[in-house]
């Protein structure tokens, strides 16, 4: 990992962590969250074994990604967010794990709600715990409030849709994994700027 600064301007980070070091989970984030907003659309009669197989594997790879982006932001010992965010993950790939297992309608599309909103929560908590100072102009504050309301959104709208059947759930769920992808990878081309502009200076 890079020691090289990063320029404290509307770009800054919320730690010392380079923007070089950063980017590359975000991306990987990015990508999953598209890939699997591109499968929502094109998948046309999941059925409930689609929905299953789906979201348990798009939780998993998803905590994952999330739990490599906490470890690169090296947040200090005394930061909650070192809880929130890695906890929200651990949950989200243990309901994966359930999901997969469970094959059952109800149960993704209600542990899916509370993997999605306490994902979001946490990301929320993770942008708002930052407002003071030059962290407030951090650009991962920015998406982490986007990407945290997104989440939260979508989560809570999956209940009201078992109704409709695993093409529904899994087409809300989708809508908000392509938004959220898109945001994540315009941050992880801005991170990856960012850190080939520091390194040249």
Same mark, same amino acid.
């Given at each position: 990992? %890079?020691?090289? $600064? @990063?320029?404290?301007?509307?770009?800054?980070?919320?730690?010392?962590?380079? &923007?070089? *070091?950063?980017w590359?989970? @975000?991306?990987?984030?990015?990508?999953?969250?598209?890939?699997?907003?591109?499968?929502?659309?094109?998948?046309?009669?999941?059925?409930t074994?689609?929905?299953?197989?789906?979201?348990?594997?798009?939780?998993l790879?998803?905590?994952?990604?999330?739990?490599?982006? #906490?470890?690169?932001?090296?947040?200090?010992?005394?930061? $909650?967010?070192?809880?929130?965010?890695?906890?929200?993950?651990?949950?989200? *790939? @243990? &309901?994966?794990? @359930?999901?997969?297992?469970s094959?059952?309608?109800?149960?993704?599309?209600?542990?899916? $709600?509370?993997?999605? #909103?306490?994902?979001?929560?946490?990301? /929320?908590?993770?942008?708002? +715990?930052?407002? &003071?100072?030059?962290?407030?102009?951090?650009?991962?504050?920015?998406?982490?409030?986007?990407?945290?309301?997104? %989440?939260?959104?979508?989560?809570?709208l /999956?209940?009201?849709?078992?109704? +409709?059947?695993?093409? &529904? /759930?899994?087409?809300?769920?989708?809508?908000?994994?392509?938004?959220?992808?898109?945001?994540?990878?315009?941050? +992880?081309?801005?991170?990856?700027?960012?850190?080939?502009?520091?390194?040249?200076?």
């Amino acid at each position: 990992m %890079s020691d090289t $600064a @990063v320029p404290q301007g509307v770009n800054a980070t919320i730690t010392s962590t380079p &923007a070089s *070091a950063l980017w590359q989970p @975000v991306l990987f984030r990015s990508m999953i969250t598209l890939l699997f907003g591109i499968i929502t659309v094109f998948f046309g009669a999941p059925g409930t074994l689609g929905l299953c197989l789906n979201l348990a594997w798009y939780f998993l790879v998803l905590a994952a990604a999330q739990y490599w982006f #906490v470890r690169r932001l090296a947040l200090p010992r005394g930061d $909650a967010k070192r809880l929130a965010l890695p906890g929200a993950a651990a949950f989200l *790939a @243990v &309901a994966g794990v @359930v999901i997969f297992i469970s094959v059952n309608t109800d149960v993704a599309a209600w542990l899916g $709600a509370v993997a999605l #909103v306490l994902m979001g929560a946490a990301e /929320l908590y993770a942008a708002l +715990a930052n407002r &003071a100072g030059k962290a407030a102009k951090s650009q991962l504050r920015s998406d982490w409030l986007i990407s945290g309301v997104l %989440s939260v959104g979508t989560g809570l709208l /999956l209940p009201f849709f078992i109704g +409709a059947g695993p093409h &529904a /759930l899994l087409g809300v769920s989708g809508g908000g994994a392509l938004m959220t992808g898109a945001l994540w990878l315009l941050s +992880a081309l801005s991170l990856r700027h960012d850190g080939r502009t520091a390194k040249g200076k």
